[in-house]
Protein backbone atom coordinates (compact mmCIF):
# COMPACT_ATOMS: atom_id res chain seq x y z
CA UNK A 1 0.00 0.00 0.00
CA UNK A 2 1.57 3.52 -0.69
CA UNK A 3 1.38 6.41 1.48
CA UNK A 4 -1.35 9.08 1.07
CA UNK A 5 0.21 12.61 -0.20
CA UNK A 6 -0.57 14.94 2.65
CA UNK A 7 -2.74 17.82 1.71
CA UNK A 8 -1.59 19.42 5.07
CA UNK A 9 1.42 21.69 5.15
CA UNK A 10 3.68 22.34 7.68
CA UNK A 11 2.07 25.33 9.07
CA UNK A 12 -1.03 23.43 9.28
CA UNK A 13 -2.81 25.19 6.07
CA UNK A 14 -4.86 22.75 3.93
CA UNK A 15 -3.30 22.74 0.11
CA UNK A 16 -5.91 22.75 -2.87
CA UNK A 17 -6.97 19.73 -3.27
CA UNK A 18 -5.59 17.98 -6.73
CA UNK A 19 -7.11 15.62 -9.32
CA UNK A 20 -5.12 13.08 -7.52
CA UNK A 21 -7.33 13.67 -4.61
CA UNK A 22 -10.41 13.46 -6.17
CA UNK A 23 -9.76 9.66 -8.43
CA UNK A 24 -8.93 8.55 -5.29
CA UNK A 25 -11.59 9.75 -3.22
CA UNK A 26 -14.00 6.61 -1.83
CA UNK A 27 -17.20 7.57 -0.18
CA UNK A 28 -17.51 7.23 3.36
CA UNK A 29 -19.79 4.43 3.41
CA UNK A 30 -16.86 2.56 2.16
CA UNK A 31 -14.61 3.06 4.88
CA UNK A 32 -15.61 1.00 7.73
CA UNK A 33 -13.05 2.13 9.74
CA UNK A 34 -13.74 5.58 9.87
CA UNK A 35 -17.86 4.16 10.07
CA UNK A 36 -16.54 2.61 13.28
CA UNK A 37 -14.76 6.09 14.74
CA UNK A 38 -17.26 8.76 13.60
CA UNK A 39 -20.85 8.94 14.67
CA UNK A 40 -23.24 11.30 13.82
CA UNK A 41 -25.71 13.08 16.11
CA UNK A 42 -26.02 12.03 19.50
CA UNK A 43 -26.91 7.91 20.57
CA UNK A 44 -30.46 7.11 20.02
CA UNK A 45 -32.48 7.03 23.56
CA UNK A 46 -34.23 4.25 25.47
CA UNK A 47 -38.07 3.75 24.61
CA UNK A 48 -39.23 5.00 27.89
CA UNK A 49 -37.26 8.17 27.80
CA UNK A 50 -37.88 9.16 24.43
CA UNK A 51 -39.84 12.47 23.21
CA UNK A 52 -43.37 11.86 21.20
CA UNK A 53 -43.97 14.74 18.60
CA UNK A 54 -46.87 16.10 18.68
CA UNK A 55 -48.90 18.91 16.37
CA UNK A 56 -50.31 21.70 18.84
CA UNK A 57 -51.79 25.21 18.22
CA UNK A 58 -51.02 27.65 20.60
CA UNK A 59 -51.54 31.31 20.64
CA UNK A 60 -49.16 33.95 18.53
CA UNK A 61 -48.13 35.75 21.80
CA UNK A 62 -47.63 32.60 23.66
CA UNK A 63 -45.28 31.12 21.38
CA UNK A 64 -43.45 34.97 21.05
CA UNK A 65 -42.87 35.00 24.47
CA UNK A 66 -41.59 31.20 24.83
CA UNK A 67 -39.35 31.82 21.03
CA UNK A 68 -37.91 35.28 22.91
CA UNK A 69 -35.29 33.16 25.15
CA UNK A 70 -33.87 32.00 21.94
CA UNK A 71 -32.67 28.52 20.92
CA UNK A 72 -34.34 26.07 23.05
CA UNK A 73 -37.75 27.41 23.35
CA UNK A 74 -39.30 23.71 23.08
CA UNK A 75 -37.30 22.39 25.61
CA UNK A 76 -39.06 25.28 27.83
CA UNK A 77 -41.94 25.12 27.11
CA UNK A 78 -42.03 20.93 27.87
CA UNK A 79 -40.59 22.07 30.90
CA UNK A 80 -43.02 24.84 32.06
CA UNK A 81 -45.94 22.23 30.72
CA UNK A 82 -44.47 19.43 33.34
CA UNK A 83 -44.19 22.19 36.18
CA UNK A 84 -48.07 23.24 35.58
CA UNK A 85 -49.57 19.70 35.25
CA UNK A 86 -47.65 18.36 38.40
CA UNK A 87 -45.63 16.07 36.69
Partial sequence: ???????????????????????????????????RIIRQGRPPLPEDVKKQRVTIYLDRDLVERLKAGGKGWQTRANAALRRALGV
Avoid at 27 to 35: E, G, H, T
Fill in 1 to 35: MSKRKSYIDENGEAAELDEAWFREAKPFSADPDLA
